[in-house]
Every structure is written in C-alpha cells, then in structure tokens.
C-alpha cells in the first residue's frame, strides 16, 4: 500500500525529531520510506499561544500494515520520542499522522482517513504536492 504521512514537530530539535521519526518508521516491518518533502516552518494553529513554530514535511511510504495497525505504530514512535502532553493543537516534539491509505476511505474511533484536516491546513497540503 501506498501512504502519505503528515510529520510535524515544533519542540526540541525539530529537525532532528523529523528526521529520528523518519529513521524508525524506516525500520518498521514490511515498511520502506520513499520520498521526502523539504521542511517548512509555520507558526501554530489553534492550540495555546505563545507556542514555538513548526516544522512540518510529507512523507510517502510503502508498508504492509494495515492502517490501525500502522496507527498504533506511529503512536508509539511519538512516545518513543518523548511526546507527551496530550493537548489538542499544543505543543509536541513529534506529531504523525496518516493522510492518505492508498485510496482508502477509512471512518473509524480512532482513524479517520483521508486525514480530515489535511485540506484546510496548507503546512500540510504544501509539502504533500511537492511529493504526490
Ligand atoms: P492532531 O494530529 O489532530 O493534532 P493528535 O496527534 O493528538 O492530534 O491525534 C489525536 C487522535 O487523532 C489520535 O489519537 C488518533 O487516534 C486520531 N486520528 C484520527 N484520524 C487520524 C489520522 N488520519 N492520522 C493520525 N491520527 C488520527
Ligand atoms: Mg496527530
């Protein structure tokens, strides 16, 4: 299956986060990262003020895993680099998300794709053309 990642960081060394979350989703089962955008810098929507900028990049990967699966996956890769407040558009050393699930439509608890708010994001949308 072909997948388009959105990865965000705007805590701690932004770029290295990314590019430590890229190296392990590289190491995933069955899973192979094949393009990268380039990082773009946005100032933060909604959430707290006050935040730093973000650095935000689209991947595009390769995997077997099924879409909970590579959820669960990716949530895990955010704990392992140290994400731990939960507040909704706060602060976070590493945020993944799943954009697009080949051209699955999935309308889950815990997993709504195409991503619902990848369209009205531009940090997004952006680097997501540059590699689509
Ligand atoms: P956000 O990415 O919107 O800033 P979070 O990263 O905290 O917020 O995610 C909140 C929840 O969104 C996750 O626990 C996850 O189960 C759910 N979710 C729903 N659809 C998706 C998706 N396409 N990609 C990633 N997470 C998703
Ligand atoms: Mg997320």
Redesign the pocket.
Known sequence: MIVY??V?SNLGNRKNNIEEGIRKINRLKNTKVLKQSSFIQTDPEG?PGGQPKFLNAALKISTNLS?LKL?KR??KI?KELG?TK?I???P?TI?????L?GDRM?RS??????????FDRDFVIKPLAEII
């Open positions: 990642l959105g965000g959430g879409a959820l990716l949530k955010e994400r939960a909704r558009n706060g976070r945020d993944l998300d799943i954009l699930y999935i608890k815990e997993l709504i794709v195409p991503h619902p708010r990848m």
